[in-house]
């Protein structure tokens, strides 16, 4: 079992900036994805980022590449994503997730993970 617990959610004008921050705990970690994805009202949970835990290697979704940044730290067990450059576009409720296959790939799909946080919401005003 895994517990993840979202924070650092709020509202912010265009071209500011926010750091979510993703807590887990439950079990020691090996190579798991943690991913960040997002969900705006009336539309599907998308993915945004996602990191492999020890070895670090990222991937973006397009629409985030260049503003937002993941990272982690490992003695926290903490998973971070820095949005910058924000647009009104970035409004959504915004989920932490973990997928339990250890591996070199980057899952970008909702099905891939296995835990997921309660949700943060974000909303970015013009």
């Known amino acids: 079992q895994v517990q993840l617990v979202e924070s650092g959610g709020g509202l912010v004008q265009a071209g500011g900036s926010l750091r979510l921050s993703c807590a887990a705990s439950g079990r020691t970690f090996g190579n798991y994805a943690m991913g960040w994805f997002r969900q705006a009202p009336g539309k599907e949970r998308n993915f945004v980022a996602t990191?492999?835990?020890?070895?670090?290697?990222?991937y973006y979704a397009d629409s985030v590449k260049g503003r937002f940044t993941i990272s982690k730290d490992n003695a926290r067990n903490t998973v971070y994503l820095q949005m910058n450059s924000l647009k009104p576009e970035d409004t959504a409720v915004y989920y932490c997730a973990v997928a339990l296959t250890t591996g070199w790939d980057t899952p970008a799909g909702t099905g891939e993970y296995d835990y997921w946080g309660q949700g943060t919401q974000v909303t970015v005003s013009s």
């Open positions: 990191i492999r835990w020890i070895f670090g290697k990222t």
